[in-house]
C-alpha cells in the first residue's frame, strides 16, 4: 500500500533533486574532461582516444583481472586506478547518460586507504566497482529512488553483496540507471531519461541493467552488479558486447534492494555480475561465495563456489528459434558460426526444438508471475507521484493479458502451472541422454531476437525471461558485430504470429550499425558452475584464451 503524501511537488520540480546529484557529481572531476564534442557520434566508442590520457587509457583498456594482479602486486596504485575510472565514467555519462550519480570524494578517500595498507585486504583490494542505483550504496547518506519518483530521496543503506565486496577491498566509484518500474528491457525512466548504447546511441544498451551496460561497454567499468529477472543482467550485457551472468536464483543475496512487491515468491530474481571479460564473471562468483552469505541470509543456497571442469568434450543443444520469434540475421549467423566452431573442436552438437515445449505458455505464465497484483503497487506509486507511465511500463503491465490481481486460488494455480512447466522442461532435457546415456551440458541459444533494438521496441522477453521462469542459470558472450553485407534482411520470410511480425518487420541491417552480437549458454538449474566451465571451453573453440 502507499502512503499519500503531504503537500505534494510536481514530478517535474522532484526529479531536478536527483538529477542535481548527478550533475553535481559528475563535475567534480578534475581535470575537467577537455576535448568533447559539440555534436555526439552515433558511436561513441572513439570518444576515450580523444579525451582520455595515454595513461588512463592503458589503464581502463585492461580487465579486472588483470589491474587485480597489479593492484596486488602494487605496481598499480588503487587511486590512480580509480581516478581514471572515474574520469571514464564521466566521458560515458556524456556519451550515453548512464550513471545516477559518480563517487568522486568517497572513492578517492577509499582508495587512498587501501594504497595506506602495508598489504591487500582481499581479492578485490583497490579495484572500482559499478553498482546499479536501486541496489543500495556504502555511502554515508546513501538514497535510492530505483526510477521512482514516489522514493526520490528516500534514506537506502548497503546490501549483504555489496558489504562482502566491499570486505574484499573493492572501491565502489558509479551508480548506474535502471528503467521506470525496473521491469523493461530498455533503460529510461522519467528521473534520469533515456540511456543509450554506446556503440549506436540510436539503439538501447537494454534493461533493466541498462545503466551498468552502458558503462561498461564504453569501459567506463571493467565489472558490475546487475540485477535479473527477466533478462536484465543478460539482455544489457548482450547489447553492448560484454560478458553477463545470471546465477540460479538463492545461489547470491539479493535481499535489501529498493524494489517493489517485496515478499514475492511468484518468480525470482538474482544479482550477477556483468564485466569486460569471462574470467571476472567466475572471480565475482567466488567472492561472494567464500564469504559463506547463507550464514546471514538462511534462505540461500548453502554452497561455495566449485569450479567444474569437463572431463569429455561437451554436448551442446543448439536452439534456433524459440518457436515465437525467429531471431534477426545476425543472431542466426552468430549462432551458426559458434556451432560450427564447436564441431570443428570435436564437440558434439544437437538442435533444441522449443516448438513442443511451448515457449508461449512459459510467457503467459511468467507475465503472470510478474504481476499477481495487477501492478497495483506500482501503479499507485506513479500514480502517487504524478508521473507519466512510459510506453515500455504500460506494455508489460497493462499488454499482458495475464497480469491481473489474482486471488489466492487463482495465484495458487499460476504457480502449479509454473512448477507444472518447470517439470516438463527438466523431463525433455534428461531425454536428450536416452539414446546414447549423455544428456546435453548445456543449451546455445540466441538471448534476444537480435543485436541492440530501436528505442521503444523492446516488446519480446522470451530469449532470456524462459530461463527465469525455470531458473536456469545463463550467461552472455560477445561473438560479431552485425555485418552490412552478411546479414541482409530474409524478404522471402513469411512471419508466423503478431510477435514474429514486429519482429521481422523490425529489422534493417542499417538500423544496427556497429551493434554487437552475443550469444547465450544456458545450463540446469544449480548448475552454475558448470555453465561458466562450458563459456571456457566454447570461447577456446572459438580461439580465444
Same mark, same amino acid.
Given at each position: 500500500?502507499?502512503?499519500?503524501?503531504?503537500?505534494?511537488?510536481?514530478?517535474?520540480?522532484?526529479?531536478?533533486?536527483?538529477? =542535481?546529484?548527478?550533475?553535481?557529481?559528475?563535475?567534480?572531476?578534475?581535470?575537467?574532461?577537455?576535448?568533447?564534442?559539440?555534436?555526439?557520434? @552515433?558511436?561513441?566508442?572513439?570518444?576515450? @582516444?580523444?579525451? /582520455?590520457?595515454?595513461?588512463?587509457?592503458?589503464?581502463?583498456?585492461?580487465?579486472?583481472?588483470?589491474?587485480?594482479?597489479?593492484?596486488?602486486?602494487?605496481?598499480?596504485?588503487?587511486?590512480?586506478?580509480?581516478?581514471?575510472?572515474?574520469?571514464?565514467?564521466?566521458?560515458?555519462?556524456?556519451?550515453?547518460?548512464?550513471?545516477?550519480?559518480?563517487?568522486?570524494?568517497?572513492?578517492?578517500?577509499?582508495?587512498?586507504?587501501?594504497?595506506?595498507?602495508?598489504?591487500?585486504?582481499?581479492?578485490?583490494?583497490?579495484?572500482?566497482?559499478?553498482?546499479?542505483?536501486?541496489?543500495?550504496?556504502?555511502?554515508?547518506?546513501?538514497?535510492?529512488?530505483?526510477?521512482?519518483?514516489?522514493?526520490?530521496?528516500?534514506? @537506502?543503506?548497503?546490501?549483504?553483496?555489496?558489504?562482502?565486496?566491499?570486505?574484499?577491498?573493492?572501491?565502489?566509484?558509479?551508480?548506474?540507471?535502471?528503467?521506470?518500474?525496473?521491469?523493461?528491457?530498455?533503460?529510461?525512466?522519467?528521473?534520469?531519461?533515456?540511456?543509450?548504447?554506446?556503440?549506436?546511441?540510436?539503439?538501447?544498451?537494454?534493461?533493466?541493467?541498462?545503466?551498468?551496460?552502458?558503462?561498461?561497454?564504453?569501459?567506463?567499468?571493467?565489472?558490475?552488479?546487475?540485477?535479473?529477472?527477466?533478462?536484465?543482467?543478460?539482455?544489457?550485457?548482450?547489447?553492448?558486447?560484454?560478458?553477463?551472468?545470471?546465477?540460479?536464483?538463492?545461489?547470491?543475496?539479493?535481499?535489501?534492494?529498493?524494489?517493489?512487491?517485496?515478499?514475492?515468491?511468484?518468480?525470482?530474481?538474482?544479482?550477477? %555480475?556483468?564485466?569486460?571479460?569471462? $574470467?571476472?564473471?567466475?572471480?565475482?562468483?567466488?567472492?561472494?561465495?567464500?564469504?559463506?552469505?547463507?550464514?546471514?541470509?538462511?534462505?540461500?543456497?548453502?554452497?561455495?563456489?566449485?569450479?567444474?571442469?569437463?572431463?569429455?568434450? /561437451?554436448?551442446?543443444?543448439?536452439?534456433?528459434?524459440?518457436?515465437?520469434?525467429?531471431?534477426?540475421? %545476425?543472431? /542466426?549467423?552468430?549462432? =551458426?558460426?559458434?556451432?560450427?566452431?564447436?564441431?570443428?573442436?570435436?564437440?558434439?552438437?544437437?538442435?533444441? $526444438?522449443?516448438?513442443?515445449? $511451448?515457449?508461449?505458455?512459459?510467457?503467459?505464465?511468467?507475465?503472470?508471475?510478474?504481476?499477481?497484483?495487477?501492478?497495483?503497487?506500482?501503479?499507485?506509486?506513479?500514480?502517487?507521484?504524478?508521473?507519466?507511465?512510459?510506453?515500455?511500463?504500460?506494455?508489460?503491465?497493462?499488454?499482458?493479458?495475464?497480469?491481473?490481481?489474482?486471488?489466492?486460488?487463482?495465484?495458487?494455480?499460476?504457480?502449479?502451472?509454473?512448477?507444472?512447466?518447470?517439470?516438463?522442461?527438466?523431463?525433455?532435457?534428461?531425454?536428450?541422454?536416452?539414446?546414447?546415456?549423455?544428456?546435453?551440458?548445456?543449451?546455445?541459444?540466441?538471448?534476444?531476437?537480435?543485436?541492440?533494438?530501436?528505442?521503444?521496441?523492446?516488446?519480446?522477453?522470451?530469449?532470456?525471461?524462459?530461463?527465469?521462469?525455470?531458473?536456469?542459470?545463463?550467461?552472455?558472450? %560477445?561473438?560479431?558485430?552485425?555485418?552490412?553485407?552478411?546479414?541482409? =534482411?530474409?524478404?522471402?520470410?513469411? %512471419?508466423?504470429?503478431?510477435?514474429?511480425?514486429?519482429?521481422?518487420?523490425?529489422?534493417?541491417?542499417?538500423?544496427?550499425?556497429?551493434?554487437?552480437?552475443?550469444?547465450?549458454?544456458?545450463?540446469?538449474?544449480?548448475?552454475?558452475?558448470?555453465?561458466?566451465?562450458?563459456?571456457?571451453?566454447?570461447?577456446?573453440?572459438?580461439?580465444?584464451?
Amino acid at each position: 500500500m502507499t502512503t499519500k503524501t503531504v503537500a505534494k511537488q510536481p514530478w517535474e520540480e522532484r526529479v531536478k533533486i536527483p538529477r =542535481k546529484v548527478r550533475d553535481d557529481s559528475v563535475a567534480r572531476v578534475d581535470p575537467p574532461l577537455q576535448g568533447l564534442p559539440d555534436k555526439l557520434p @552515433q558511436n561513441s566508442q572513439g570518444l576515450a @582516444q580523444a579525451v /582520455l590520457t595515454p595513461r588512463e587509457l592503458e589503464i581502463t583498456g585492461k580487465s579486472a583481472i588483470e589491474l587485480l594482479e597489479k593492484l596486488q602486486s602494487r605496481e598499480l596504485s588503487s587511486e590512480e586506478v580509480t581516478r581514471a575510472f572515474l574520469r571514464r565514467a564521466a566521458l560515458a555519462q556524456h556519451a550515453t547518460n548512464c550513471l545516477t550519480e559518480l563517487l568522486w570524494d568517497e572513492a578517492i578517500e577509499r582508495a587512498r586507504y587501501l594504497d595506506s595498507l602495508p598489504e591487500p585486504v582481499g581479492p578485490l583490494h583497490g579495484l572500482p566497482i559499478s553498482t546499479k542505483e536501486h541496489h543500495g550504496s556504502k555511502s554515508k547518506n546513501g538514497v535510492a529512488n530505483a526510477s521512482y519518483v514516489y522514493w526520490i530521496g528516500k534514506p @537506502q543503506g548497503s546490501i549483504l553483496l555489496y558489504d562482502i565486496l566491499y570486505d574484499a577491498g573493492c572501491v565502489y566509484f558509479a551508480r548506474t540507471t535502471q528503467p521506470q518500474t525496473i521491469m523493461h528491457l530498455e533503460t529510461e525512466s522519467n528521473i534520469y531519461g533515456r540511456t543509450v548504447n554506446p556503440y549506436n546511441r540510436n539503439l538501447t544498451p537494454g534493461g533493466s541493467s541498462g545503466g551498468e551496460s552502458a558503462l561498461i561497454g564504453f569501459r567506463g567499468s571493467v565489472l558490475g552488479v546487475g540485477g535479473d529477472i527477466g533478462g536484465s543482467i543478460r539482455c544489457p550485457a548482450a547489447h553492448t558486447g560484454i560478458y553477463g551472468f545470471k546465477p540460479t536464483t538463492k545461489r547470491l543475496p539479493s535481499s535489501g534492494q529498493r524494489t517493489h512487491m517485496i515478499g514475492k515468491e511468484t518468480i525470482g530474481s538474482t544479482l550477477g %555480475p556483468m564485466a569486460t571479460d569471462r $574470467d571476472s564473471l567466475e572471480l565475482f562468483m567466488k567472492v561472494a561465495l567464500a564469504a559463506k552469505p547463507w550464514r546471514l541470509d538462511p534462505g540461500l543456497t548453502a554452497k561455495v563456489w566449485t569450479p567444474y571442469h569437463f572431463t569429455k568434450p /561437451l554436448k551442446i543443444a543448439v536452439q534456433w528459434w524459440d518457436g515465437v520469434v525467429k531471431p534477426h540475421p %545476425p543472431m /542466426l549467423r552468430a549462432l =551458426k558460426e559458434v556451432s560450427e566452431a564447436c564441431k570443428a573442436a570435436g564437440m558434439e552438437v544437437v538442435e533444441w $526444438d522449443c516448438t513442443k515445449l $511451448d515457449h508461449k505458455k512459459g510467457w503467459d505464465i511468467t507475465a503472470g508471475l510478474y504481476w499477481p497484483d495487477g501492478g497495483a503497487e506500482v501503479l499507485g506509486m506513479i500514480e502517487e507521484a504524478g508521473e507519466p507511465i512510459l510506453p515500455l511500463t504500460k506494455f508489460i503491465i497493462h499488454e499482458q493479458p495475464t497480469a491481473k490481481n489474482y486471488n489466492m486460488h487463482e495465484l495458487w494455480q499460476l504457480v502449479a502451472e509454473r512448477d507444472a512447466y518447470r517439470e516438463r522442461y527438466a523431463r525433455a532435457w534428461t531425454d536428450t541422454g536416452k539414446d546414447d546415456g549423455r544428456e546435453v551440458d548445456v543449451i546455445l541459444c540466441p538471448p534476444s531476437f537480435g543485436a541492440a533494438t530501436p528505442h521503444e521496441q523492446s516488446r519480446y522477453w522470451g530469449y532470456t525471461s524462459n530461463w527465469n521462469l525455470l531458473d536456469y542459470p545463463g550467461v552472455v558472450f %560477445p561473438v560479431t558485430t552485425v555485418d552490412q553485407e552478411k546479414d541482409k =534482411k530474409d524478404v522471402d520470410y513469411v %512471419p508466423k504470429n503478431a510477435e514474429d511480425k514486429f519482429v521481422y518487420e523490425m529489422y534493417s541491417p542499417e538500423k544496427y550499425l556497429d551493434a554487437p552480437v552475443n550469444l547465450q549458454i544456458i545450463g540446469r538449474r544449480s548448475y552454475d558452475e558448470k555453465v561458466l566451465a562450458a563459456l571456457v571451453e566454447i570461447e577456446k573453440a572459438l580461439g580465444r584464451k
